[in-house]
Nanobody, 121 residues
Framework: QVQLVESGGGLVQPGGSLRLSCAAS????????MGWYRQAPGKERELVGT???????NYADSVKGRFTISRDNGKNTVYLEIYSLKPEDTAVYYC???????????????WGQGTQVTVSS
C-alpha cells in the first residue's frame, strides 16, 4: 500500500556532507511522524531522529549538532542532512513513516529499504 524509498547515500570523505531523501508513495491519506535510523555492520539499529507532522525535529544525543531532519509534506518526503561526516557515521540509513491510508486515527508504520552511507578513513 505504501512504499518508502531512500536515496542520496554514497561514498564520501571525512568532513564532507550528504543529503539523504526518503519519499513515500502509494495509498497515503496523511503522514504523521517520520524518522531516520541507521545500522552499522554488527551493531543494532539506532535512532537518528524524528520529525513531527508539523515539522518539529527531535534528535538522538549522539548526532545533535551535525544532523538536520526536515520534511516536505507536499512531496511526502523527509530529508536528513549530515555535516562533518565521520567514519563512525558509516551505516545503512533507514527512514520510516507513520501513515494513514484512509483517514481516521489509525496509522501504520512503514520502513524504507535503506541507503548506504560510507565515510572513508
Amino acid at each position: 500500500q505504501v512504499q518508502l524509498v531512500e536515496s542520496g547515500g554514497g561514498l564520501v570523505q571525512p568532513g564532507g556532507s550528504l543529503r539523504l531523501s526518503c519519499a513515500a508513495s502509494g495509498k497515503i491519506f496523511s503522514i504523521n511522524t517520520m524518522g531516520w535510523y541507521r545500522q552499522a555492520p554488527g551493531k543494532e539499529r539506532e535512532l537518528v531522529g524524528t520529525i513531527s507532522s508539523g515539522g518539529t525535529p527531535n534528535y538522538a544525543d549522539s548526532v545533535k549538532g551535525r544532523f538536520t531532519i526536515s520534511r516536505d509534506n507536499g512531496k511526502n518526503t523527509v530529508y536528513l542532512e549530515i555535516y562533518s561526516l565521520k567514519p563512525e557515521d558509516t551505516a545503512v540509513y533507514y527512514c520510516n513513516a507513520d501513515v494513514s491510508s484512509y483517514g481516521g486515527s489509525y496509522y501504520y508504520q512503514y520502513w524504507g529499504q535503506g541507503t548506504q552511507v560510507t565515510v572513508s578513513s
